[in-house]
C-alpha cells in the first residue's frame, strides 16, 4: 500500500491553518458548548461551509442534513448518544447535546438518512486539510475544533469518542456527506464488535465489515484490510489490496487510501475527488427503544439493506 516509505464536490470556507499544532487548531473552537447560543453558532457555521459551494443551477438538498442542519435542545431528558435523541422522538438531522457522563457538548446527529439508525459524527476534514489527520489513527486523543461541528477540520477528543462508543454498536465511514448524503456508494459500515476504529491498531488486518462500496465494487459481511496506529496511519484501508476476501482493485490507484491516511489517491474515490471533498467518521446505532418503528422501518437492523 506504499505505507512506509463530497451528487458534486464542493468548496467550504474556512480558514486555512497551515502550520498550527492541534492545540492550536483546537483554541478556535468554542469553550462552552451546551447552550442554544452554541448551537446557532454550530448550525451557522456548517450552514457557511454549504452554503460557499452552491450556485444559482446547484441546490444541496441531503434530506435537510448536512445542507441544513437544525439545532436541538434536550430539555427533559438527559441523552448519552445521537440514539438516545432518536429514541425520545428527534427525527432530523441537526446539532444536539449529549451529556456522556463526564461532560455536556454540541455533537451532530444524523438521524434520518438511514431509516430507523441515530449515528452521532465523531470526525470529518477535507482533503485539503489531510496533513492535520493523516498520521493520527483514531486511537489517539487528536481534538480539533470538538466543540464546534463543522465539515472541514473536526474531531472529538478520544475520551468522548470512547464514551459514545460504550452506547454504539456500528461505526461507518462516508465521503462528502454534506453534499451527497446517504446512498451506499463510498461507503463502508461495520460492527463495533468486529473491527474498532478507536481502540483497535491494525496493520493491513483483515477484518468483517457489514457493508462496503467502494468505487463502485460491492462487499457485504466481507473482510477488508485496514490499518490504524499511533504513529502513521490514520484509520484506513487500500483498495489496492488483494490479502483479503473484499478485492476491490480493479480500477484502483497503486497503494490508493480510502477513508483516511490519504497518501496515495484516486481522484475516482468521492473523498478525494477534489481538495475540497470531505471524509466522515460516525458511530451509532439502529432505534431500540420503540418496537413499533424497529419493526416497519428497521426490519433487517442485523444484516445490511
Not at 69 to 81: D, G
Not at 169 to 176: G, M, S
Not at 208 to 227: A, D
Request: net charge positive; charged share 20%.
Amino acid at each position: 500500500m506504499g505505507k512506509v516509505s463530497l451528487c458534486t464536490s464542493f468548496s467550504l470556507l474556512v480558514l486555512y491553518f497551515t502550520s498550527l499544532s492541534a492545540a492550536a487548531v483546537e483554541s478556535t473552537a468554542f469553550q462552552k458548548s451546551a447552550n442554544v447560543g452554541t448551537l446557532q453558532n454550530a448550525r451557522n457555521r456548517m450552514r457557511r461551509d454549504l452554503s460557499s459551494s452552491q450556485t444559482s443551477t446547484e441546490k444541496i438538498e441531503c434530506n435537510s442534513c448536512g445542507s441544513n442542519p437544525m439545532p436541538t435542545v434536550a430539555r427533559n431528558y438527559t441523552a448519552r448518544s445521537c440514539v438516545d435523541h432518536m429514541e425520545h422522538g428527534a427525527s432530523h438531522c441537526g446539532h444536539y447535546v449529549i451529556d456522556d457522563g463526564q461532560e455536556s457538548y454540541v455533537v451532530f446527529c444524523d438521524i434520518n438518512t438511514e431509516i430507523g439508525f441515530a449515528y452521532t459524527l465523531i470526525e470529518s476534514f477535507t482533503l485539503k486539510h489531510n496533513s492535520f489527520f493523516k498520521t493520527k489513527g483514531l486511537i489517539v486523543n487528536w481534538p480539533i475544533n470538538e466543540n464546534s461541528p463543522n465539515w472541514n477540520m473536526y474531531r472529538l477528543s478520544h475520551g468522548r469518542m470512547s464514551r459514545i462508543r460504550d452506547h454504539s454498536t456500528y461505526w461507518r465511514a462516508t465521503c462528502n456527506f454534506p453534499s451527497v448524503g446517504i446512498d451506499y456508494h463510498d461507503y463502508v459500515r461495520a460492527r463495533i464488535t468486529d473491527v474498532d476504529p478507536i481502540k483497535e491498531t491494525l496493520s493491513g488486518t483483515c477484518k468483517k465489515v457489514e457493508y462496503i462500496n467502494l468505487r463502485g465494487h460491492l462487499g457485504l459481511q466481507t473482510t477488508v484490510p485496514f490499518w490504524n496506529n499511533n504513529v502513521y496511519w490514520h484509520m484506513t484501508t487500500d483498495s489496492g489490496s488483494t490479502k483479503c476476501a473484499f478485492k476491490p482493485n480493479r480500477g484502483a490507484v497503486n497503494g490508493e487510501d480510502n477513508w483516511g491516511f490519504y497518501h496515495i489517491v484516486n481522484s475516482k474515490f468521492r473523498c478525494t475527488a477534489t481538495a475540497n471533498s470531505t471524509t466522515q467518521y460516525w458511530m451509532g446505532d439502529y432505534i431500540r427503544g420503540n418496537t413499533k418503528i424497529k419493526s416497519a422501518q428497521c426490519k433487517n437492523c442485523d444484516k445490511v439493506y
